[in-house]
């Protein structure tokens, strides 16, 4: 229950990411900067009070010393998630480009509150995540994945040729429906690919994937678009593009994996695991 199990964290990451700059701003306006910042410190100060009551799941531990802070080049990534990794770097580039750009086209479109798409995408992202977790669960992480690719190239292409309201909203809603699928399921199928003792690295090689994806999609987004409305089309037509390679590299992964599967299922191969 891998995937309904990041779906469930998933959802309430979603929340607070998603209710931070509401109360924020609330509280901002009613009261004080300082007042936003002592309240945002409390939050934080409850979670480490929710930490201290919590059991150690970790059964060999270490005593922490000054030599786990020393970081050789084999701890920084885990080649075994590279598989998961690839398709959150291509699916998180998107990610870049909305957050970059699509202030802009709210504003070319006439709308004022320039979070509203983020508000639709962030409910039907919240509403799909643990639905999403748990298909992957019983269909399997790689067509899962392929939904979630299909649906954000689609949010994309709509994005693209939004000219109303109703294609922009409906663009968001469709992208919040592809990013609630894919982040849970991407990050249990990273957990699926290592043993339990590289768990801690190979999502961080994963998160990485994520924040790489996120970083270059508004970095080219913003490159792209160059503040001219005309460029509104090709720059989320780019996205959807790099979304879409996801596809063909699962389509690729897939193949090649079920090639390995017969290859060691064969008569040859199994005489000579026997004679080993």
């Given amino acids: 229950r891998r995937g309904e199990a990041m779906g469930v964290q998933g959802f309430f990451g979603s929340i607070g990411t998603a209710s931070g700059p509401v109360l924020g701003s609330l509280l901002a306006d ?51 998630v590279f598989p998961a990794a690839v398709v959150v770097l291509l699916n998180t580039f998107a990610y870049g480009v909305i957050l970059t750009v699509i202030p802009d086209l709210s504003r070319h479109l006439g709308i004022t509150n320039k ?16 639905l999403g977790g748990k298909a992957s669960d019983k269909f399997g992480r790689i067509p899962v994945l392929v939904l979630s690719a299909v649906l954000i190239s689609a ?3 709509l994005t693209a040729f939004a000219d109303s309201r109703l294609l922009f909203y409906l663009a968001a809603g469709i992208y919040g429906l592809g990013l609630g699928i894919n982040t849970p399921t991407a990050f249990a199928w990273t957990i699926d690919l290592v043993d339990e003792n590289t768990r801690g690295k190979g999502l961080a090689t994963s998160f990485i994937a994520m924040e790489a994806g996120i970083g270059i999609g508004a970095l080219a987004g913003g490159y792209i678009f160059s503040n001219n409305p005309e460029h509104f089309f090709i720059t989320f037509l780019s996205a959807a593009i790099i979304s879409f390679l996801s596809l063909f590299y699962l389509a690729w992964y897939s193949a090649g994996h079920k090639r390995k599967a017969r290859i060691s299922h064969s008569p040859a191969v199994q005489e000579i695991d026997d004679v080993f």
């Fill in 115 to 130: 979070g509203l798409f983020f508000a639709i995408f962030t409910v039907t992202s919240l509403m799909i995540r643990i």
């Fill in 30 to 80: 009613r009261f004080s900067m300082n007042t936003m910042f002592f309240v945002s410190s409390l939050f934080a100060l409850a979670s480490v009070i929710v930490i201290l009551g919590m059991k150690e799941t970790l059964q060999k531990r270490e005593p922490l010393n000054l030599s786990v802070f020393r970081i050789s080049r084999s701890d920084l990534l885990e080649p075994a």
């Fill in 155 to 157: 949010a994309l292409l």
